[in-house]
């Protein structure tokens, strides 16, 4: 297990490294000078090179890279370039918010999904399979902010059930905040629902007619232990990366919901960090960004190696 | 399984066949847009702002009077594109990578190539097209680029599965054991024995890439005014959602019958392609 476990965190060393190194490198081909992006067009000849020498920008692009990278390291994100607020104290407050629509989001797609799997894969041609085969991948073919906009429409606006826009934060008042976040969720969940439901069902198939399921059947036990304890446990596995590899659109469709109801969410900041023109908040979002996912993906394939003790050893 | 028969067995099934009828209809639209659109798509007319549907403007007006049907049909055509161009890249990139990758292992796939692979599955695609188009500016180009290399780990880990499996299979070996080279043995007998999967992955990104653009378009990233897209259209209905609902309903459902045409094509793919997930 440990052996599994340091494996698993060193190789995910090279990678941070080489997406820092992207990163880095896309962020110095752009093209306008920072420094006009600050100042503004009417700025002076010699401001801009103090401002440049204060940057950092005259030093040679391995050192400017290697000292990002330690203040990466060190907790420093640096400073943004429009308002000189440091990023760190921007991803503080807009984190937590992603996280809570992001976990809301995964509870909902897997309350809906997984059930849904199981009962299309029991009663397996029959109706209910049929229409829950259609409703998966129609919840997969909705593009996140169109359903953003209905809920927003109808939920919100004629119904009234829910904010349709804003955010308040949990550590304000837990259940409004919890409100705001439902329809932003949803919307969010819609493509992991049919996902989850799609690959629940297929490994349901295939686990109900095998041999040991086929066993505990003979042995008498009843349809629903078969399906709950022998069957579903195994199926539930493949879930596990299944998430894993949802989290980065779930981290991409937060860009477009967090825009779309107006939530102070990791999409915002890096949205508005790329309207602006903030390169420095914008190189170290992304590099935070590509972290949450690749932290998840850690995290889903050590509890699959608990859960499946056959991964350890392959 | 024969082609020919995997074909006639596609056939047979309704939903194959709607989602098939689907995906030709939107490539029909798209390719004939200028007989079809009754109106120009970019020309405004400030004596018809913000029309309800009718028999005269169909699906009503935009913003500036132009009429929402012409819009929705030369929008086809930026979906569409970015559909078919992005997952091109993606396969040009993946599939040369993990076949690579998975044929040849060791120290090249487990060292290089699948870190690679790993680096470029943690970038969401939406953030990636946000640096590019940071550093490229924000056009069609840029967001099928994006799209393009964000869907390309797919491929990667893909086309390595199957290269593993059929690398230990008779036929390969005893292709490998007649003297073949190993970039012959890779693209004359690896290869061609993983179509299907590779067939039934391109519809899932075909499907995904247009979800995409539509949501760089939606953005702003993608196609720039005053050209159509769907997604585009989508953004401005946005701002008039409680008055005019046809600028967000039309352009969404328009998004949403292709995507489920190419799922539902997809899915007609995989039954009869790919015997793993026959449920």
């Known amino acids: ?314 | 399984m024969t082609w020919s028969r995997a074909v006639k067995q596609f056939f047979r099934r309704p939903l194959a066949v709607l989602g098939f009828f689907i995906v030709v209809s939107v490539l029909l639209v798209a390719i004939f847009a200028p007989h079809l659109a009754p109106y120009d798509p970019k020309k405004p007319d400030f004596m018809a702002i913000l029309q309800a549907p009718s028999s005269q403007y169909l699906l009503g007006t935009d913003e500036v009077g132009r009429d929402l049907l012409s819009r929705l049909i030369f929008g086809a055509r930026a979906s569409i594109q970015a559909g078919l161009l992005a997952v091109l890249i993606a396969v040009g990139i993946g599939v040369p990578i993990g076949l690579l990758s998975g044929y040849v292992g060791g120290w090249l796939d487990r060292v290089v190539l699948m870190r690679l692979a790993d680096a470029m599955i943690a970038f969401p695609t939406i953030v990636l097209a946000l640096a590019m188009a940071a550093a490229l500016g924000g056009n069609l180009t840029t967001a099928m680029l994006a799209i393009g290399i964000g869907s390309a780990p797919a491929f990667i880990r893909l086309a390595r599965a199957q290269a593993l499996s059929l690398r230990e299979q008779e036929f390969v070996e005893a292709a490998r054991a007649l003297g073949n080279s190993s970039s012959k043995v890779m693209l004359k007998h690896v290869l061609p024995n993983m179509l299907g999967p590779l067939l039934v992955q391109t519809s899932i990104a075909v499907a995904a890439a247009i979800l995409a653009e539509t949501a760089l378009s939606f953005l702003g990233l993608g196609v720039q005014p005053p050209t159509p897209s769907w997604g585009s259209t989508l953004r401005i209905g946005t701002g008039y959602m409680q008055s005019v609902r046809w600028l967000s309903l039309y352009p969404g459902l328009s998004i949403f019958v292709t995507v489920l045409g190419v799922g539902l094509l997809g899915d007609g793919l995989r039954d009869v392609l790919d015997p793993r997930d026959r449920g």
């Open chain 1, 1 to 314: 297990m440990l052996g599994f476990l340091t494996n698993r965190i060193l190789t995910a060393i090279p990678v941070i490294i080489l997406i820092t190194v992207a990163v880095f490198s896309v962020m110095h081909l752009l093209p306008g000078d920072p420094t006009l992006a600050i100042l503004g067009d009417e700025a002076t000849p010699q401001s801009r090179a103090v401002l440049r020498e204060r940057m950092g920008l005259n030093r040679p692009v391995h050192v400017q890279y290697l000292s990002w990278l330690g203040g990466l390291v060190t907790g420093d994100l640096g400073r943004s370039l429009v308002d000189n607020t440091p990023v760190k104290r921007a991803v503080s407050f807009a984190f937590p918010v992603t996280l809570q629509i992001a976990l809301v989001s995964l509870i909902i797609s897997i309350t809906i999904g997984v059930p849904l799997g199981i009962l299309s894969a029991v009663r397996r041609g029959g109706f209910v399979d049929a229409v829950s085969s259609i409703f998966a991948l129609s919840a997969i073919s909705v593009p996140a902010f169109w359903a953003g906009i209905l809920l927003m429409y109808f939920a919100a606006l004629q119904l009234g059930w829910f904010p349709s826009s804003g955010f308040v934060r949990f550590n304000e008042d837990p259940w409004r905040s919890l409100h705001h976040s439902i329809l932003p969720a949803i919307a969010l969940a819609l493509r992991p629902i049919g996902i989850f439901m799609r690959m629940t069902r297929g490994s349901m198939l295939e686990i109900i007619n095998s041999d040991f399921v086929r066993t505990a059947r003979a042995k008498g036990a009843s349809e629903t232990t078969v399906n709950l304890r022998h069957a579903l446990r195994n199926a539930l596995i493949p879930l596990f990366t299944l998430i894993g590899l949802e989290f980065s659109g779930l981290m991409g469709g937060v860009v477009v919901i967090d825009t779309l109801f107006a939530i102070p969410g990791f999409g915002r900041l890096i949205y508005s960090a790329f309207l602006r023109s903030d390169f420095v908040m914008m190189q170290s979002l992304m590099v935070l960004f590509s972290l949450v996912v690749i932290v998840v993906n850690l995290l889903t394939d050590i509890s699959y190696s608990l859960i499946d003790p056959r991964i350890r050893y392959s």
